[in-house]
Nanobody, 124 residues
């Protein structure tokens, strides 16, 4: 059974940076699109960034475009989210998600597997 485990969250001041990691363990599968979603207190889960298996197609939410960078290392079964110029409104629990069939989707229902989440808090 495949599991996703996020790490790298924490507390950072506005303008700072964090790098989130997502490790896939267990039986892995090919041609999997990966994404990062986030959920702020009192709000629904929203798409932040996604990347196809090949890495050729990358999609960002407008709210993070130019500040966040998603990448992956298929040999290590890892996905990363580099977050720069962080703002207080980026405060949320960040989730890693995998989609076995299809390309990157902004809809959370398209994803088959989720991690447990990692907290990111940005102070002003």
């Amino acid at each position: 059974q495949v599991q996703l485990v996020e790490s790298g969250g924490g507390l950072v001041q506005a303008g700072g940076s964090l790098r989130l990691s997502c490790a896939a363990s267990g039986r892995t599968f090919n041609n999997v699109a990966m994404a990062w979603f986030r959920q702020a207190p009192g709000k629904g889960r929203e798409f932040a960034a996604g990347i196809t298996w090949s890495g050729i197609s990358i999609v960002y939410a407008d709210s993070v475009k130019g500040r966040f960078t998603i990448s992956r290392d298929n040999a290590k079964n890892m996905v990363y989210l580099q977050m720069n110029s962080l703002k207080p409104e980026d405060t949320a629990v960040y989730y890693c998600a995998a989609r076995r069939y299809g390309s990157v989707s902004r809809g959370e229902n398209a994803y088959d597997l989720w991690g447990q989440g990692t907290q990111v808090t940005v102070s002003s």
